[in-house]
């Protein structure tokens, strides 16, 4: 099969609308009847499940997809908008499947051999190469169904936990459309209003999905279809082979853009946010992988720490206004995602799977992503905290494998940022997870309190500005040179104690032997220092090596840089980036090692003031019983 982008004629798919109308009027169906019963229980949205077995035993079951739309308001002769729109996806994608499913038969050997058999029975192995193609094509045409409707049908609102995946045949396509009709057909039954027949229906197609991704391993002929990518243009419809299950259908971005210039302080995180920015538009969409990844110095997750009101918002405006700026130069589908404690869900496995959908939206390696994870403290929870939620403590998990798995793939198409206003409080493995750590401690200086006040004064007065050169504090170069210049000292207390012992016993670190005793001083002191540590400590310098400033014109025409083959863009930024020096070395090893002595001494202040508060209460509740006494009041 063609591994291009595959455009399907509207030709194609009307030539099967005949049936799938048929499909959503009426069909009959054979089900498992050990399934549940169809007999409702009084008071209850449960259905009665006999405690006999039945075995194998199959029941034939007559189902009226419009009907049953229909019976979301009985007293209406017409449809609603909501249900109408149900109605139409979903005769729809069943014309999409099965134009999608003779795509397949196309690439294959499936259309010879279907020919063949019409003219006289199979026998041998092509019979057998015959039935695992069809139901290859079968599970095509059902996955693509289930990935329409999870893309075109919006569903607002938490998924209920009682939807139940389809009785899934792979026959032939059509029994395997059949199949998932007669599951939404179930799933919709009994919908209060239009909100839950979208919510419920939305809920099937994500449970199909993952029933068809958990059967996948049972299909022998789907190789073909593995990259195929497949565009629906009337529908604003993808479907990029089985890699990522498909999401929610992109909107457009509606978020307050702001200008780097429009940043005061940070500055290393904003230095480093604009280099994120352009090293994303380095990505390469036919061989799916970004050149800064084989290179070294992609930045695939941080966290950005600071107190409140310091301008972690506005960097995240930043580099999402920045991306979005690109990709519309380009053409490229840019996909941003903020996953905040509204996700959380009282369903047990619930706030795993909307993390985990995060996750995958943002993966999508047919766009640029950009997901980011606000107030991280309060949404993953530390394992050892017992008071945290089973939902947190599931989003954690989540987390941690998606960021650095087994599993985890990094492409260089997409990246994730954590924020925290106490990121003391966030697990020790995940927190490691972030290979870069960004201090956002916001205006620092006498310059940065003048360009603040007259950026957010605005233009409507007459006030002179006197004695100052505006923004130039804000020179991204001039400022992160002295930003790490601060660094070839330690800053936090402990870490210092440490230098100043290392540079005692061995004075300037000249060779890697010295930066492996300096690293295991530093493991002494602080346990937490680890071997993950040493690699985000590593990618920081290469990093700083690969510290080059794309021009800003690569980034004007499409064709100046982003368009060019993968190859090309390798050559260009090798051109660019040169060597990493000791110096270097030092201030990044005391870049991040400051942060974890500071997430301890954090740690440990919090736990003191605690101790001090209960130990004056305490004191405090001795006088008061002791005035008590003396009055006559205690009664103990």
């Known amino acids: 099969m063609d591994t291009g982008l595959t455009t399907i004629a509207e030709a194609d798919i009307e030539k099967h609308r005949a049936t799938a109308q048929s499909f959503v009027t009426r069909i009959v169906v054979l089900e498992d009847a050990s399934r549940e019963s169809g007999t409702a229980l009084a008071g209850t949205n449960r259905r009665f499940v006999s405690t006999v077995s039945v075995g194998g035993a199959r029941r034939t079951r007559e189902v009226e997809f419009a009907k049953t739309v229909g019976a979301v308001h009985p007293d209406d002769q017409l449809l609603t908008i909501p249900q109408h729109t149900l109605l139409y996806r979903a005769r729809r994608g069943i014309a999409i499947a099965l134009a999608v499913s003779d795509v397949f038969a196309q690439g294959s050997d499936l259309e010879s051999l279907r020919a063949e058999n019409t003219r006289a029975p199979l026998q041998g192995e092509q019979a057998s190469a015959f039935k695992k193609l069809l139901s290859a094509s079968a599970y ?84 073909p279809f593995e990259n195929a990518h497949i565009r629906i243009d009337a529908d604003d419809f993808t479907l990029d082979g089985f890699d990522v299950a498909p999401g929610k259908r992109s909107k457009p971005l509606v978020m307050t853009f702001k200008k ?102 943002v993966l999508n390696p047919r766009a640029i992503g950009f997901g980011t994870i606000d107030d991280i403290d309060q949404v993953a929870a530390r394992r050892a905290d017992d008071r945290a939620s089973a939902g947190q403590q599931e989003i954690t998990g989540v987390l941690m494998d998606a960021f650095a798995g087994a599993s985890t793939v990094v492409r260089g198409n997409c990246s994730f940022g954590m924020f925290s206003n106490y990121p003391e409080n966030v697990d020790d493995a995940l927190r490691q997870r972030a290979g870069a750590r960004w201090l956002v401690d916001g205006p620092q200086t006498r310059e940065d309190y003048i360009d603040i006040f007259v950026l ?181």
């Open 140 to 223: 095509v045409a059902a996955f693509s169904f289930a990935a329409y409707l999870a893309q075109l049908i919006d569903g607002e609102g938490e998924a209920p936990n009682d939807v139940a995946e389809p009785d899934f045949l792979f026959d032939t396509p059509q029994d395997a459309v059949k199949s998932i009709v007669a599951g939404l057909d179930a799933a919709i039954a009994g919908s209060r209003d239009d909100a839950d027949l979208m919510t419920r229906a939305r809920a099937l197609a994500r449970v199909t999905i993952d029933g068809l991704l958990q059967r996948k391993g049972r299909f022998d002929g789907l190789g």
């Open 260 to 361: 780097p210039e429009e940043v005061v302080g940070n500055h290393i995180a904003k230095y480093q946010s604009v280099k994120l920015a352009k090293m994303l538009m380095a990505y390469d969409f036919e061989r799916e992988l970004n050149p800064f990844v084989e290179l070294g110095g992609f930045l695939f997750t941080f966290i950005g720490d600071g107190a409140p009101g310091t301008g972690k918002t506005t960097l995240i405006q930043m580099i999402a206004g920045l991306l979005d700026g690109y990709c519309k130069v380009a053409g490229y589908q840019f996909v941003y995602e903020n996953f905040g404690v509204d996700q959380i869900s009282s369903y047990q496995g619930k706030s795993g799977q909307n993390c985990r959908q995060f996750i995958n939206n």
């Open 456 to 636: 957010l004064a605005g233009k409507n007065h007459k006030i002179p500005l006197g004695q100052h050169e505006l923004y130039a504090a804000q020179e991204i170069k001039r400022a992160v040179a002295d930003a790490y210049e601060g660094h070839d000292k330690p800053q936090e207390d402990g870490l210092e104690r440490v230098f100043e012992r290392f540079m005692k016993d061995n004075g300037d670190p000249k060779t890697l032997a010295d930066v492996g005793t300096y690293l295991h001083m530093i493991k002494e002191a602080e346990p937490r220092f680890t071997g993950r540590a040493i690699k985000n400590v590593t990618d920081a310098i290469k990093v700083r090596a690969m510290d080059i400033e794309l021009p800003d014109e690569w980034f004007e025409a499409p064709d100046a840089f982003m368009r060019k083959t993968y190859d090309e863009k390798k050559a260009m930024i090798e051109e660019l980036h040169g060597p990493f020096s000791m110096e270097m070395v030092v201030q990044e090893i005391n870049r991040y090692a400051d942060s974890e002595f500071r997430y301890s001494d954090k740690t440990d202040d919090s736990a003191v003031e605690k101790l001090l508060r209960d130990a004056r209460l305490r004191e405090r509740a001795l006088r008061e019983m002791e005035e008590m006494k003396k009055k006559g009041l205690w009664n103990a």
